[in-house]
């Protein structure tokens, strides 16, 4: 089983529509969805604002490189071009963090965090401890979140609080929401229903 926190972003178009496409095209793999914030440019001002959120999703079908390859699945969709550095985009899907389930034989499962420095792949993400248009989501539906930084393990409530409050600040909470739509579950058909008279 592989869990991923997943960092969605978009300051073009339908902004919102974007965002809802990522979650759409995951469907039952997503477990949580943050809510939507509006958030400064990171990196480079004179671009319109984005809207920003996180999912964590879950796949046993998917190890890190196969989430990479959807994210990018995603950003292709949505028309992304990948240009300037931190320049406008249609759709940002980013890995934060991947975590897996190991067990050792006769022992409890657990879960853990997948680290990876690889060339086109880097878990955790190395730059998630500086935006809080990722860590503001994410405590949102992760309270206690940890992401692993150069000193190892730490909460990422504790990152969020040594930011400049004006990075802090520049994270908004909007009004809009993003659908987590699960298929209906059928009953089966030779089941019944129950008789609320019959019960005591």
Avoid at 28 to 39: C, F, H, K, L
Avoid at 47 to 70: E, G, H, K, M, T
Avoid at 109 to 118: F, K, L, Q
Wanted: include cysteine; charge should be negative; hydrophobic fraction near 40%.
């Amino acid at each position: 089983m592989t869990r991923v926190v997943l960092s969605i972003g978009s300051n073009l178009g339908d902004r919102l529509a974007r965002l809802q496409s990522v979650v759409d095209g995951l469907q039952e793999a997503v477990v949580a969805v943050s809510p939507v914030y509006e958030t400064d440019p990171w990196g480079r001002v004179g671009q319109a604002p984005f809207l920003n959120a996180v999912l964590i999703a879950n796949d046993p079908a998917c190890d890190a490189p196969a989430w990479l390859s959807r994210a990018q699945e995603f950003e292709r969709a949505a028309g992304r071009v990948r240009g300037e550095r931190w320049g406008p985009r249609t759709l940002d899907v980013d890995l934060i963090a991947c975590y897996q389930t190991s067990s050792a034989p006769g022992g409890p499962s657990r879960e853990v965090e997948v680290i990876a420095r690889e060339p086109n792949l880097t878990l955790p993400h190395s730059l998630a401890h500086l935006r809080a248009f990722v860590m503001v989501p994410w405590l949102a539906i992760d309270p206690d979140a940890q992401l692993t930084v150069a000193e190892g393990p730490r909460p990422v409530a504790r990152l969020l609080a040594e930011l400049e409050p004006a990075d802090r600040d520049g994270v908004r909470l909007s009004r809009l929401t993003l659908n987590l739509k699960r298929k209906p579950v059928s009953a089966p058909a030779n089941s019944k229903q129950a008789d609320p008279e019959s019960e005591s």
